[in-house]
């Protein structure tokens, strides 16, 4: 009875094995579709001749950029300088506090940078503004305005009365 059924499985993995047995036509299929491939990468890869095209040289003329000056943030208050130093028409504010001690750490930490920063009060609101630079020329204002920022993202001018 073993016997029967070894050669019973023997017969069966041998028909398996003559079964997956491929077949010459599924390799030519193969092939032809190699070659198909390559005659289109063949076609598609020759050169292409192109004409340069050259155009007429225009002459441009040279325009003198406007500077616009941003007033968005402009106000305008009354000052009065403590402890010193002198506030011109146009100031770059960094900061403003009630504290006159926030305001002069502020200060501070201008001139060690290389400001030529000063507080400022506003009797009517009480506030001290601190003022990183002064300057009589709006432009120049906006200018020094625009490069604080980097560092005081709030910074803006301040028209003094």
Known sequence: ?????????AVTAAFTLASCKSSESSYKKAYEKAQAQEQV???TTEPVQVQPVVAPVQTVTPVTPVVAQDNSDL?????????????????VVCGSFKSIDNANNLCATLQ??????IVAQNP???MYRVIATSSSSRADAVSARDKLRATYPDAWLLLAK
Do not use: H
Request: charged share 15%; proline share 0%.
């Open 112 to 117: 060690n940078k290389g400001y030529n920063a």
């Open 124 to 126: 009517a609101t009480n």
């Open 75 to 91: 106000r305008t208050e009354s000052l009065k300088a403590v402890g010193g130093g002198s506030i011109q028409a146009y100031n």
């Open 1 to 9: 009875m073993k016997a029967n059924l070894i050669l019973t499985l």
């Open 41 to 43: 990468q063949q076609q």
